[in-house]
């Protein structure tokens, strides 16, 4: 056998493997749920109550099917007054923040707010392979989960952190029907990547999207070092450098939005730590100035860092942003 045609015999056999490769990696965005939602297997996803109000009751949460094969989740408020859809970051999950993150959850619920909530594909409780999120697609989740919502009478809010920023600010640019305020929290908005690497970002998206980016896995998300400790060590937490389809579908979401947030018109809060080693406040900054809204609000958080929620400054921030929703709560009609 010649060498040219062991070559040939070579480079099919790769080609082949590669196609096999890719076929495995697409995602199936028309199913439900099909997997272990935690909320009746795992007591960490129940909000605990009276350690804000002694005495009150527990609030379990509840599968959410929105439709897409993502698994959400949803913990109704006694008396609910609104709503808000909450996107956690790239690697994170939803029910992590009923006993941390400042116990975001409890408090809204505490404010008479019912949270929704989805894993991004391959995060968290959702299925897909690990950490291989499609942002477009994630955008696509979140519009999904937004038009399940419209079928309930209450003001609608939404909440994103980090990546979930990104798409949370992607879904309302593409659509902000029936939002009455967005909250974003160190979103990462501006990925900030020369032409080389946006290249090269988008080479490995399509060549090997699932695989992850050469370098070190995660940031320091906390001052903290117990929470830094739990975040460390929480198995449904992914503790590896972001995939290549993270990083090219990322940045093509960023490089579009940027001549697109002058079209948004809704109420906006943005926080973001002053010393956030991921997505730097400077992106921040560039999106309150751009955004057309009447009433936005900026808060730079001393010494935040990119997990604001599990920071020190966390119940401060947490303060800032009950404070923010009840202000627009009482600019509307009563329900």
Known sequence: MTRRRVAVIMAAVVIVAWCVYRIGD???????????????????SVADMSVLIPDAAAIHCEPWDIGTGVTGYVWRAPNPRAVVLFQTGWGDYAQRYVRYGSRLIPHLLNQRISVYAFDMWGTGRSPGKRGATHIGQAVSDHLAARRALRNQPLPVF???????????????????TGLD???LLAPALDWGLSTFTRVLAHVGGFVAPSLSVP????ITQTRDADAQRRFDSDPLVLHKSVTWVTVSTGVTLSR??????HELRIP???????ADRGPDPSGSRRFISL????DTTLSIIP???HGMLDDTSGPDLMQLIVAWIDKHLARLPMQ
């Open 181 to 183: 305020g967005m909250i």
């Open 215 to 218: 370098g070190p896995a995660g």
């Open 256 to 261: 579009e939005n940027w001549a697109r947030y």
């Open 26 to 44: 697409k995602r199936d965005t028309t199913g439900h749920i099909s997997v272990d939602t935690g909320c009746q297997s795992d007591s960490n």
């Open 291 to 294: 955004v057309s809204s009447r």
């Open 268 to 274: 906006v809060f943005v926080a973001h730590g002053s």
């Open 303 to 305: 010494g935040g860092l």
């Open 158 to 176: 939404v909440l994103g952190h980090s990546v979930g920023g990104l798409v949370t600010a992607t879904s309302v640019v593409n659509d902000h």
